[in-house]
C-alpha cells in the first residue's frame, strides 16, 4: 500500500475539465494536486502536507486517467491475428474457431495482462465487455483478474456470440457473489448480444434480467443480421434503458441516434477497428449533432493497438471521412476521459480531477522529444502526438500503479509467460 496521503507537486501542464465549464479540457500550470485516502482533496498553488508522499511533476503533463468504453480484454491473448480481415472475417475466426477454445485460465491469462497493458497505457478505467463466458468458471476467472490488476473496471458479463445456450443463473451468481455493492473499484454490467444478433425473446429476457438486478447495459448494434433497426426494435419492445451503452451504431439512421440519446444512453466508438473492419464512417460528427454522450474504446487488439492515444489519433485524423462538425482535439481528448466516464455511468467518480472524485490521473513525460515543444497547444499535442511511451506515472484510486515508466505489479514476467503459453496453445 502506499501512502495515505499523495502529493503531485509543481504540475508542469495539468489538463483537466472545470465544472463550470466542462465541455472543453482547460489547461493550469504550476498547480499542485493533493490526493487522501484514494479521492482527490484538492488542487491548487503552493499546497503542502505533511507526511505526504510527493511526486515531482515539473516536467510532466498531468491529466485525468483515460476512460476506455469498450474493450474485449479476454481478446488479448489473439493480438493481430485479425489485421487482415474485415468484421466477417474476425467474427469467423475469432467467435466461430478460436474463441471456444479459451479455458478459464486462458480468460484469466489474457484479462489479466490485458488489463496490465490498459495500466501501462495510462487506461485507468475499462468496461470489459466479457463475451466469452462458457462457464461460471470463466466468469470467476475474469472477475479475479481484473481484481489482481488493480484497474477499475465495469465487468460485462456476455456469452459467446455464436452460443445457443445462455445461463442467465450465472449473471445472478456473479451479481451476489462479486458485485454486492456498486461503489467499489469493480462494477458489473450486462453485455448480451443483442438485438442485431439475437431473437427477440432472449432479448426480452436478458433486458429483464438485466432490470431485475439493477445491471446497465452495453450491447454491440450495427447491420447484424437479425434486427436492422436494433434501437427502434428496443423502444417498440419498451426496452430503451438509461445508463445503456450502445457499441459502434455505424450503420444506425439519424433517427436511432437521436432516440439513443432521448432514452438517456450512449454510444461507445472504436475509431480505429470500426476504421479497420469496414464497420463506417467515422461517428463523433454525428454523435455530436444528434446530442449522443459518446466514449472511446479499444474494442480488440486483434487488429488495432490498445492504448488510447492510438484511439485519439483515429478519431482526429479521420474527422473529414464523416458526418457532421468536424471534432478537434479538445472534442476527442474529452471523449478519452470524461466522455468516458460518463458514457459508463462513471463521472461523478472518475474523468476529472475535481476534488472529491476517486483520485485516477496519468503522469506523461512533458520532455519526450515527441511533445517538444508543448506549449503552443498542450492538448493538440496529448491529442496528435502522445504515445503509451510517454506514459511515466499511473494512479488509479490513489495507489500509483506504475512509476518512472515501469508498472508496479508483481510478477508482469510471469503473467507475460502465462499469456504466452495460452496464447500458443488456443492458435495452434
Ligand atoms: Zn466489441
Known sequence: M????????????????????????????????????????????????????????????????????????WLTALRALTTETDLGGYLELVAGRLGPRFTPDDIRASTYFGALECLDAGVTTVQDYAHAMRSPEHADAAVSALEASGIRAVFGYGFPVFSTSRDLADIRRVRERYFA?????????????????????????????????????????????????????????????????????????????????????????????????????????????????????????TATAGDMFTLMRAALVTGYLGEGSRPGPADVLRAATLGGAETLGLADRVGSLRPGKQADLVLLRAGAPNLVPLHHDPVGVVVSSAHAGDVDTVIVDGRVVKRNGVLVADGVAAAREALETAAHRIVQ
Do not use: C
Open 2 to 73: 502506499g501512502a495515505s496521503r499523495l502529493l503531485v507537486s509543481g504540475i508542469a501542464w495539468l489538463i483537466d475539465f472545470d465544472d463550470a465549464a466542462p465541455s472543453r479540457p482547460t489547461v493550469r500550470s504550476g498547480v499542485d494536486l493533493l490526493m487522501e485516502n484514494g479521492r482527490i482533496a484538492e488542487v491548487g498553488v503552493g499546497l503542502t502536507a505533511e507526511d505526504a508522499e510527493v511526486i515531482d511533476a515539473s516536467d510532466r503533463v498531468v491529466l485525468p486517467g483515460f476512460v476506455d468504453t469498450h474493450r474485449h480484454l
Open 181 to 301: 455493492s456498486d461503489s467499489g473499484l469493480l462494477t458489473m454490467a450486462m453485455s448480451p448480444m443483442g438485438p442485431s444478433y439475437s431473437p427477440i425473446e432472449a432479448v426480452r429476457e436478458d433486458w429483464q434480467l438485466a432490470r431485475e438486478l439493477d445491471l446497465p447495459i452495453a450491447v454491440h448494434v450495427g447491420a447484424g443480421p437479425v434486427a436492422r433497426r436494433p434501437i427502434e426494435t428496443l423502444k417498440s419492445e419498451g426496452l430503451l434503458a438509461a445508463g445503456t451503452v450502445y457499441v459502434h451504431g455505424n450503420s444506425l439512421p439519424d433517427e436511432e441516434l437521436r432516440l439513443i440519446a432521448s432514452s438517456g444512453g450512449s454510444v461507445a466508438i472504436a475509431p480505429a477497428v470500426e476504421a479497420q473492419m469496414g464497420h463506417g464512417a467515422p461517428m463523433i460528427g454525428r454523435l455530436r449533432d444528434a446530442g449522443v454522450s459518446y466514449g472511446l474504446g479499444v474494442d480488440v487488439v
